[in-house]
Structure formats: C-alpha cells, structure tokens
C-alpha cells in the first residue's frame, strides 16, 4: 500500500450532491465524494453508471444541473474548462484523446505552454516527462496517430502532467492495454502519488485499483453505493461481487 | 498548313506570358483572401460572409491612413491591425453567442454584419469609387509591355504573408493552440487552451489576412463599397475547388481560377471572363466535390 | 409541429373554440382586411401593401427550403428574376396574355429550379447555401451581359396584359383588381403550401432537416424529397417574379442580384422561418420599416444599417422571429 497522504480536514476536491443530465437522461442522481491532497482514491462500478460522467463534471465539460463541486474549498462548478485545467485539474480520458496530427512533442507542449511558466522549468517538465517514458523521448517528433495504444496511453498521462496539476483524474487507464502495461501505469500511479498528485481514479480492474488506492468508492446507477478503505477490500468481497459482478 | 503557321503566328504568346503574370499576382492576393476564409471555416465553422466586406473595409481604410500619413505601408499595416480588431469584437459580441447553435445561425449573422459594413462604407465614403495610388510607381520591361513593380512586389508580398502565417500555424505557440482545438475542441480545454479566445484570434486573424488583401489590391483596381461581394464570391468557389478548410488546396485553387480568368480575359470581355471562375465550380462540384486539389477524394 | 399557426389579429380564445376554428376564423378576417384594403387605402398604399403581398409570397416559397426542409438558399433571387424575365418574355414576344405569362414565368423559374435542384441533392448545409449565391450570382450576369435578349443593364419594359377569361371576360387591371388579383394567387399559394407542409409529404421534409442521417436510414430517398421541394421553392418564387413583373411593368436585372435573396432570407428569419406565415409578416414588417426610416431620416438614410442590427439582435435573442415571439406571447 501506498506511503500515508496526509489527510488534512480540507479535501482537496470535494463533490457534494451532483445531479447531471445528458439531454434528458438523468445520469447522475446526487453523487458525493471526497478527494483527499495527494491521495489516491478509485471509482468503480459497472459500465454506464455515471463514473466517467462524475470525472466530466468535475472537469467541467458537462454542466450539473444541482450540486456542488469543490477545490480547495472554492465552488468551481459552472467554470469553464481551461480554467479548471489551469487551477490544477489534469484529464485523462476514456480513449485517451491524444492530439493525433500533433507530434509528441507539440502534445505536450499543449501542457507547459502556459503562463507563468518560463524556459528552465519547461526544460524541467519536459525532461522529466521524458524520463518517466522514455518511449516517448523516442517517439518526439512522430504524430501522436503514429503510436500505439499503449505509447498513446503513456503521452495523455505525461500531457496532463505537464500541467503539473494538484489532482489528475484518471478514466480507465488500462482499458485495451496489454498486462505488462497494466503494471506499468500501476508505476506511474505510484511516482505520481510520491510526487503529491492526488489522483481519482475510474477502473474496472479490480485488484489494480484495491492495490494502488487508498479509498474506494462505488457507484451504482448514478450514485455511490459504498464507501470504505481499500484495505478493507479484498478482490472477492461480496460487496465487490455485489457491484461489479457480471 | 498555312493555316497552322498562321495560327500559330498570330497566336498572341507574348500577351499569353503577361496573363500568366497576372493571374499569379491576382491569384496571390486571391489566395491570401481565401485563405482566411478557409481558416475562419476550418477552425471554427464558420461560414463569414462579411469576409468580402473586411477586405473593402481595409481597402478604404488604406485610402483613409495614406492619405493623412502620405505612407502607403504604414497604411498597410494600420489597416490591418484595425481590421483586425473590429474583426475580434465583431465575433465577440456576434458570433460568441451563437456557439453551439445551428450553423445556419452563424451564416445569417454574417450576412447581417456584412450588410451593415457594405451600408456603412456607402454612407461613409459615398457611392464614388476611391483610387489608392501605388507606392512603387518604377516598371520594368515585361516584352513589349512596362510592367509595374508594383505588382511583383504584392504578389511577394502576399505570399509572404501567406508563408509567414503558415510557418506560425506550424511552430508558434499560439499556432499549436489553434491546431489543437481544431483536432479535439474539448481536450483543447481540458489541457488549459483557452478556446473562446482561441476563436476569436482565429477570426482577427482571418480579418486582417482579408484587410491586407485589400489594401494590396487598392492600386489594382476601383475602390468602391460593393467590391466586397465580388471578392467574396471568388473566395467561396476557390475554398471550393480548394476544398473546405483545406489551405494548401485554397492557395493551389486561387492561382488555378486566377490564371484561367487572366487567360480568358485574352478572348473574352472582362466582365464575361468572370463565368469561368462558375464553369470551374460547376465542374468540381460535378466531379470531384470535395475539392480539386484535395488529395484523395473521401 | 400540430398546433395552427395563429394570425396576427386574432387572440387566442380559450375553451370555446377549437384550434382550427380559431385559426381559420383569424384566417377570414385577415383576408376580409386585406380585400378591403385598397378600398380605403390611398393609391400609393395599397400598391405598398400589392407589393408586401408579393415579397411575402417570394419569402413563403423560400421558407419552404429553410424552414421545413433545412436548407439555406440564397439562390432565390434566380427564381424570382427568371420568373420575371419569363413574363417579361411572354409579353414581348406574343400578344400579351395574362395566362401564358404566367407560365412562360414558371417555366422559366422552373429550369432554374431544376438546375438549382440537381446540385441540392450533392451538397450539404453550408454548400449548398454558398452554391446557391454564386448560381444567382451567375443568372445575374449571364442576364446582365446578354444584352442582346435581356436589355441588360436596362431592362425590358412592357405592358400589363389585361385579365381575361376567354370569351367570359377582359378587362385591364386597376389598382384594386390587380392587388385582388395578387391576393388570390398569393392567399392561394398559401393554402397550397400550408396543405402540403401538413402532408406526410411535409412531414418528411421536416424530417430530413431535424436529421438527413436518420431520415435517409428509415429508407427515404432524401434526394427525391429534396429536389421536389426545391422545385416547388422555385416555382412559387417565381410567381412571385411574375406577379411582379405584372404590376410594374417592367423587369430589371437588379432583381436577380444576390440582394434580393439576402433580403428574402431576412424577411425569413424576421418573420420566423417555419412558419409560412411569418415570412409574409417578416416582409411587411421589413418595409414598413424602410418606408419609416426613409420618411423619417430621408432617401439617403443607409435604413439597412439600423435594420442589420436589428436583424442580429433578432438572430441571438429572438430566433423564431416575430411570429415565434408572437406565438409565445399569446400562448401566455
């Protein structure tokens, strides 16, 4: 298990009561959870029951009708996007979303290129990104479509760590990667938790998500069904058998 | 066999070589117009009709700034960065309220401010056309014919400009930004970019490509408020053939009409040869609709 | 779309009647107004109204493409003047008849409409719309340069043809009878164009602007649709061009200028689009502003610059246009 966060009274994202509608379809029905400095906290749940859509409103790219979100205190829900990105949100999405007709290099330029961000400490990010995956130092100057699934995987992580972000929210990681990646983003969790970057993260993997978390929320049907400590799971609870099982 | 060296006696070659030069220096600044029209469109969907309205504004402007300050760059260039942000507040206060909406909404707006740009100009500088003098008034020889510098040097010019823009698209930061949010608006934003600004960059820019354009153009040609239409309308069959939000095809697409035009304007009466830029848009909407210099048709 | 477009003039009864009834009571006493116009009206008027009749009827025919059909067409301007020319043909070429210019007229609108039609079928949205400018940009210079048939520049000055039923009747217009004339035709449009938007036939054009894909995949030929409605657009809008041509006597190639399809589509969106009705109030309401403003200000006042704006405002705040406010109002 990981190294203790140090959970202060003040979450750093808090979710309070989240109602989103996609049209008419209520997909969430009052969500809450809370996100820990520097911890590492899963969702999971069955396909459809609102755990992308959770990370989506946060991100703000979709607009809850009720509901709260919090960062570091202060309401965010409403803001747009790049605010958000800037006030230290990173997004990882479902099919990762790599600028495909950009060069590696030019994916992550999209995270350094910001204000208040001068030439050494862009040399600082991109080296260390380039030390992490070492693939991608390969791979700088190919367009993003030219790698594959895993390299791709590999550059949305490092693209949103450019940001240098306070939480990342990562949406099922490892979906379509080979095993011996999954094991890699396991790494990659793990640096980033060292590094103090909380992570919320969206899995269907089980045992990945129990090893790499702290806490663990589950959702079913467009709310959180339970609440506990990943230590307090193993892989063949009933309560996960409850909720994930086919 | 007579006949044949006749033909090819009265064949007016040289004439012919001066058409070419022609129709590359007016596809040029075609080309720059165009340009950002397909810029406009590709990056932001955006159909702008009042595209046509900001080159005449520009060209107006020109004759306005020459004529206080006496130098035709620094008209040049004033015009441009005024265009350029009545550009940026026209999509501001238009255009950013319709985001979302049916593009038929954009469209309609675009038309309405073309109409109240063309009716201001008229109301403004009157129906008289205005002339903007050339700044390099020196020829050369061109066979038997003194041909202005002038020309040669808008058509560097323009693709200059052209050139420059293409190269900030590809390595500026600003240029990484408008390639992002055109491949995926909302990762765009997810990774910090501000996309409204983005948009409304796009389409100052967009502007001011159209408002050089007209300043350039101002020596070639009458000055008056309809100009704009025509040019319009060219740019729209050159996007086109070019193919939608395709530069490289717009450039190809605005010297291929512009040569042909230049060519029939040997034949043809002037005001005819406009037909030929139609018979191209009719032929590549029949055959090759997604554009003629459009690699492979999807 | 099933609740009845309600008229101007008429308030919403509630309770007692039905929707139909109401509709078709407010539908009666427009036309009672409207026939009585010219009686009381000064001459300059009740030619002002002649005319809004018939824009009305050019904005009815283009709301046929854009507000039922979806697609933007700024191509009506060909119609309208090649239904004009038509007339204009008609009544110089053999004695003048009333009947055969009208179909000298629509023939001629027609093939323009089927031109216009074919290319409809091949290109989408955007296009489309942009192809229809530059196919009126074309009849327009192909009609202004072709001197020789056209009058160019100048264009063709005729006589009315008076109205005859043969052996029945023959007598030349006044200015009453010809805007009874113009209302029949126009009123009849209407109800024709009202009928056939409430067809399945409408229905499906109304389909394929909610969503060309899913129309197509339910196994409609999309293109077929398509070019019937364009043909029809384009056969009403040159009735219009006719009826124009009919009342003034003369035809100009100012007509088939892409001014005129931009002032169609602003009465379109002014009105609302979608409504057959609103176009018609769309036009009424945009010339009487023009004939305000010119009062008012003087010939020289550029009135298109405040009704740009106006027309803008309109596009961002009330986008089902005066109607649609109007609807909304009465619903209340």
């Known amino acids: 298990m990981s190294a203790a966060a140090d959970i202060s009274s003040e979450p750093l994202v808090r979710v309070e009561g989240l109602h989103t509608y996609y049209g008419k379809s209520h997909i969430l029905h009052g969500v809450s959870l809370d996100v820990g400095p520097g911890e590492v906290v899963g969702l999971l749940g069955r396909n459809g029951v609102g755990k992308s859509t959770t990370l989506k409103s946060i991100m703000g790219l979709v607009r809850p009708s009720q509901g709260r979100i919090l960062l570091n205190g202060a309401a965010i829900a409403g803001l747009p996007p790049h605010r958000l990105a800037r006030l230290g949100i990173g997004y990882v999405p479902e099919d990762r979303r790599i600028f495909r007709l950009l060069t590696v290099m030019e994916n992550l330029r999209t995270g350094f290129d910001r204000a208040g961000v001068d030439d050494a400490r862009r040399k600082q990010l991109l080296d260390k990104a380039f030390s992490y995956f070492p693939r991608l130092a390969e791979r700088r100057n190919q367009p993003g479509g030219t790698l594959s699934g895993g390299e791709q995987q590999m550059l949305a992580i490092a693209r949103a760590m450019m940001l240098e972000p306070k939480i990342i929210l990562l949406d099922e990681p490892t979906e379509g990667l080979m095993p011996r990646m999954v094991s890699q983003i396991r790494e990659i969790i793990e640096v980033l938790h060292q590094e103090g970057v909380a992570i919320l993260l969206v899995e269907q993997n089980v045992p990945l998500t129990l090893a790499a978390c702290r806490r663990i929320y589950i959702m079913e049907k467009g709310t959180v069904r339970h609440h506990c400590a990943a230590a307090d799971l193993k892989v063949d609870d009933p309560v996960i058998k409850q909720y994930l099982g086919v | 066999m007579d006949t044949v060296i006749q033909f090819f006696q009265n064949f007016p070659l040289d004439l012919l070589l001066i058409q070419t030069v022609n129709g590359i220096v007016t596809g040029l600044i075609l080309a720059l117009v165009a340009s950002g029209l397909t810029l406009i469109f590709g990056i932001m969907d955006v159909v702008n009709f009042a595209h046509g309205e900001l080159f005449m504004l520009g060209a107006y402007l020109g004759v306005v700034v020459l004529a206080t300050t006496g130098n035709f760059w620094l008209a040049l260039i004033v015009a441009t960065l005024i265009v350029a942000i009545l550009g940026a507040a026209l999509q501001v206060v238009t255009l950013r309220p319709l985001i979302g909406r049916d593009p038929l909404n954009t469209i309609l707006a675009t038309f309405g401010i073309s109409l109240i740009l063309q009716n201001f100009a008229l109301w403004e500088f009157g129906p008289v056309s205005r002339k903007l003098p050339e700044p390099i008034t020196s020829h050369f020889n061109l066979f038997y014919l003194q041909y202005p510098w002038y020309r040669i040097v808008i058509a560097a010019l323009s693709a200059a400009i052209i050139g420059g823009f293409w190269l900030f698209l590809k390595y500026g930061k600003f240029g990484v930004w408008i390639r992002a949010t055109t491949q995926d608006r909302v990762m765009a934003q997810a990774m910090g970019i501000p996309v409204p600004l983005v948009y409304t960059g796009v389409f100052a820019i967009g502007a001011a490509m159209a408002a050089a354009s007209g300043v350039l153009f101002g020596p070639l040609g009458s000055i008056n408020h309809t100009m704009g239409l025509d040019w319009v309308l060219k740019a729209f069959i050159v996007v086109v053939v070019g193919g939608m939000g395709n530069l490289g095809g717009s450039i190809a697409a605005a010297i291929f009409v512009s040569l042909l035009e230049s060519y029939s304007a040997i034949w043809l009466d002037p005001s005819r040869a406009v037909i030929v830029s139609f018979v191209v848009l009719i032929l590549t909407l029949l055959f090759r609709p997604t554009g003629l210099f459009v690699p492979t048709p999807k | ?332």
């Not at chain 3, 029949?184 to 036939?201: D, E, H, K, Q």
């Open chain 3, 1 to 332: 779309m099933t609740t009845a477009p309600l008229d101007k003039t008429v308030p919403l009864a509630k309770g007692r009647l039905s929707h139909t009834q109401v509709y078709w009571l407010g539908f009666c006493a427009v036309m009672a107004v409207l026939i009585a116009a010219p009686l009381v009206l000064p001459v300059f008027w009740a030619k002002f109204l002649t005319e809004i009749l018939i824009w009305g009827l050019l904005a009815m025919s283009s709301d046929l493409l854009i507000g039922y059909t979806g697609m933007i067409s700024f191509g009506h301007s060909a119609f309208f003047g090649l239904g004009m020319y038509g007339a204009a043909g008609a009544l110089l070429l053999f004695p003048p008849n009333l009947w055969l210019t009208i179909l000298f007229g629509l023939a001629g609108a027609g093939a323009a409409a089927l031109f216009v039609a074919y290319f409809s079928t091949r290109l989408r949205d955007i296009y489309f719309a942009i192809t229809t400018l530059i196919f009126s940009q074309i009849f327009y210079v192909i009609i202004f340069t072709w001197t020789a048939v056209t009058g160019g520049e100048n264009g063709l000055i005729f006589t009315r043809p008076h109205f005859t039923i043969p052996f029945l009747v023959d007598f030349r217009f006044t200015t009453p009878t010809m805007h009874w004339f113009v209302l029949t035709l126009v009123a009849g449009s209407y109800l024709i164009l009202r009928r056939v938007t409430r067809s399945p036939f409408g229905m499906v054009l109304q389909s394929i602007r909610e969503n060309e894909g899913r129309t197509r995949a339910i196994g409609y030929s999309v293109e077929r649709y398509k070019i019937v409605a364009v043909m029809l657009s384009g056969l009403f809008a040159g009735l219009a061009g006719v009826l124009y041509a009919v009342q003034n006597e003369f035809a100009a190639p100012d007509f088939v200028f892409f001014v005129t399809s931009g002032d169609t589509v602003i009465f379109n969106v002014m009105g609302g689009i979608g409504t057959l009705v609103g176009p018609i109030v769309g036009a009424g309401f945009f010339q009487l502003l023009r004939e305000l403003m010119s009062r008012i200000f003087g010939d020289q006042f550029p009135y298109l610059i405040p009704l740009g704006f106006i027309f803008i405002v309109m596009i961002i705040f009330l986008p089902q246009g005066l109607m649609g406010w109007a609807r909304r109002w009465l619903n209340k």
